[in-house]
């Protein structure tokens, strides 16, 4: 049996749930501070415009990155159904498979940079310095797109091996690169703007560098099989690229679909005044902030669950889900707890601005209940992708999106702020209802089934 099988054999206990969660807890805090630090440096060494450039931009790449999160899900389920199967092989192909899909992908953004960095711009409403200086931090800051790309796949396939204190490392580098040249470029050579892009785009590249080389000497060591590194016969199978491009193309939908509910939110809120739009982006940043927590355990879900459905291992599968939830219900009641009992000093940490810290404390008690709550959506998250199940996710989104516009247009009308929250609120729970609603049929497969493609 190869170390990645043994690896994925071991019982998914509490322990070994929480050393595979805490680092990617610790790398999904480090993620967001890319932007952070580009703010940071820029705020302290430049002008108002240029601090607006790098928020506009960064706000900008932030989504972009985002709707490309389907290759980092994609890559580790798959991944970790070929650790649970003693697939070493397959493991090397998926990799392979998704990193010329990133690239594919990065050379056709670079290709039609020009149109959409156009496109984008015209979308916000900004002064012109403002303006100008976003566009010249994207045109500098795409190019770091291919190392950007592959880093996802790099981190699935870290995370569908369970090797998440590897993945944690190489946040830690990206970030600490981040700074040193940030404060390089910016702050000794004074290029401004284009400095901080620069920056951040050759720490991504270098952190693809480090994260491919870890990566590869992991997959050497523990290859337990006779074919080539690179099994090209695997790589090019028609049948196991057209399910990854299925499978990507699944969570791409269902990712877009989440992007629009969150952002029907914050337009929607836009309506009730400018202090309910402050307020309810504070709020908004607990939110995200507790997601860090909870996505650790979403990913060792991932890992666990998708190494007994592809060892067709039931007892394992109920382990994992089972277990991994416990510590995600945990930890979303604690979060929680916090946020109702610190919310204001929490929300005035944020903000030092009166009418908005009422309002938001106002409507704190929402968003203490969408992070209690959010916990099944977030584990069903995890199940899903480690079985890769993405028609049933981007089913499932379907359903709860329809769910929350419809909620939310009625009760928004009817209550305000109010109704939007609790809007909101029934937006993460019918998330988890529309997954519960696969999931028996889905853990019915697990024994003497097909690997889903």
């Given at each position: 049996?190869?170390?990645?099988?043994?690896?994925?054999?071991?019982?998914?206990s509490?322990?070994?749930?929480?050393?595979?969660?805490?680092?990617?807890?610790?790398a999904n805090?480090?993620?967001?501070l890319?932007?952070?630090?580009?703010?940071?440096?820029?705020?302290?060494?430049?002008?108002?415009?240029?601090?607006?450039?790098?928020?506009?931009?960064?706000?900008?790449?932030?989504?972009?990155?985002?709707?490309?999160?389907?290759?980092?899900?994609?890559?580790?389920?798959?991944?970790?159904?070929?650790?649970?199967?003693?697939?070493?092989?397959?493991?090397?192909?998926?990799?392979?498979?998704?990193?010329?899909?990133?690239?594919?992908?990065?050379?056709?953004?670079?290709?039609?940079?020009?149109?959409?960095?156009?496109?984008?711009?015209s979308?916000?409403?900004?002064?012109?310095?403002?303006?100008?200086?976003?566009?010249?931090?994207?045109?500098?800051?795409?190019?770091?797109?291919?190392?950007?790309?592959?880093?996802?796949?790099?981190?699935?396939?870290?995370?569908?091996?369970?090797?998440?204190?590897?993945?944690?490392?190489?946040?830690?580098?990206m970030?600490?690169?981040?700074?040193?040249?940030?404060?390089?470029?910016?702050?000794?050579?004074?290029?401004?703007?284009?400095?901080?892009?620069?920056?951040?785009?050759?720490?991504?590249?270098?952190?693809?560098?480090?994260?491919?080389?870890?990566?590869?000497?992991?997959?050497?060591?523990?290859?337990?099989?006779?074919?080539?590194?690179?099994?090209?016969?695997?790589?090019?199978?028609?049948?196991?690229?057209?399910?990854?491009?299925?499978?990507?193309?699944?969570?791409?939908?269902?990712?877009?679909?989440?992007?629009?509910?969150?952002?029907?939110?914050?337009?929607?809120?836009?309506?009730?005044?400018?202090?309910?739009?402050?307020?309810?982006?504070?709020?908004?940043?607990?939110?995200?902030?507790?997601?860090?927590f909870?996505?650790?355990?979403?990913?060792?879900?991932?890992?666990?669950?998708?190494?007994?459905?592809?060892?067709?291992?039931?007892?394992?599968?109920?382990?994992?889900?089972?277990?991994?939830?416990?510590?995600?219900?945990?930890?979303?009641?604690?979060l929680?707890?916090?946020?109702?009992?610190?919310?204001d000093?929490?929300?005035?940490?944020?903000?030092?601005?009166?009418?908005?810290?009422s309002?938001?404390?106002?409507?704190?008690?929402?968003?203490?209940?969408?992070?209690?709550?959010?916990?099944?959506?977030?584990?069903?998250?995890?199940?899903?992708?480690?079985?890769?199940?993405?028609?049933?996710?981007?089913?499932?989104?379907?359903?709860?999106?329809?769910?929350?516009?419809?909620?939310?247009?009625?009760?928004?009308?009817?209550?305000?702020?109010?109704?939007?929250?609790?809007?909101?609120?029934?937006y993460?729970?019918?998330?988890?209802?529309?997954?519960?609603?696969?999931?028996?049929?889905?853990?019915?497969?697990?024994?003497?089934?097909?690997?889903?493609?």
């Open positions: 049996m190869s170390a990645q099988a043994a690896n994925a054999g071991a019982v998914p509490y322990g070994r749930l929480f050393a595979i969660a805490w680092p990617i807890v610790l805090i480090a993620a967001p890319l932007g952070l630090i580009d703010t940071a440096v820029i705020g302290n060494l430049g002008q108002v415009a240029d601090l607006g450039a790098i928020a506009l931009g960064s706000l900008i790449f932030s989504l972009i990155y985002w709707g490309f999160g389907f290759l980092r899900m994609g890559t580790t389920g798959f991944t970790a159904q070929a650790v649970g199967a003693d697939d070493s092989a397959e493991v090397r192909a998926c990799l392979a498979r998704n990193l010329v899909l990133g690239l594919l992908l990065a050379m056709i953004v670079l290709a039609l940079q020009w149109p959409l960095i156009r496109i984008v711009m979308i916000f409403e900004a002064s012109g310095p403002v303006e100008s200086g976003a566009a010249a931090y994207l045109q500098i800051r795409i190019w770091g797109m291919p190392a950007a790309l592959g880093l996802f796949v790099i981190c699935g396939s870290l995370i569908g091996q369970g090797l998440s204190r590897t993945l944690m490392l190489i946040q830690l580098v970030n600490g690169l981040n700074i040193l040249l940030d404060l390089l470029f910016a702050g000794v050579l004074h290029w401004g703007v284009e400095g901080v892009a620069l920056g951040t785009a050759i720490s991504e590249w270098l952190a693809f560098g480090l994260g491919g080389w870890l990566l590869v000497r992991r997959l050497r060591a523990s290859q337990a099989d006779a074919e080539a590194f690179w099994p090209w016969a695997r790589i090019r199978q028609t049948a196991a690229l057209a399910g990854a491009l299925r499978a990507n193309r699944d969570i791409m939908i269902r990712t877009l679909l989440m992007l629009v509910c969150f952002a029907w939110f914050t337009n929607a809120g836009a309506r009730f005044g400018d202090q309910v739009l402050a307020a309810n982006h504070v709020l908004l940043q607990f939110v995200t902030f507790s997601a860090y909870l996505d650790g355990f979403a990913f060792a879900a991932e890992s666990q669950v998708g190494a007994a459905y592809g060892g067709r291992d039931r007892q394992r599968f109920d382990l994992a889900v089972r277990r991994s939830t416990v510590w995600a219900l945990g930890t979303a009641v604690a929680a707890s916090v946020l109702w009992l610190c919310g000093a929490l929300i005035a940490g944020l903000t030092d601005l009166a009418p908005v810290r309002v938001a404390g106002t409507y704190l008690p929402w968003a203490a209940a969408y992070v209690a709550l959010s916990f099944a959506a977030f584990q069903l998250d995890g199940v899903f992708i480690g079985v890769t199940a993405t028609p049933q996710m981007r089913n499932a989104s379907v359903l709860s999106a329809t769910g929350f516009l419809a909620v939310a247009i009625w009760w928004s009308r009817a209550a305000g702020n109010t109704g939007l929250w609790a809007a909101f609120v029934c993460v729970v019918f998330r988890a209802a529309a997954l519960l609603l696969y999931y028996p049929g889905l853990r019915a497969r697990v024994v003497g089934s097909e690997r889903m493609g």
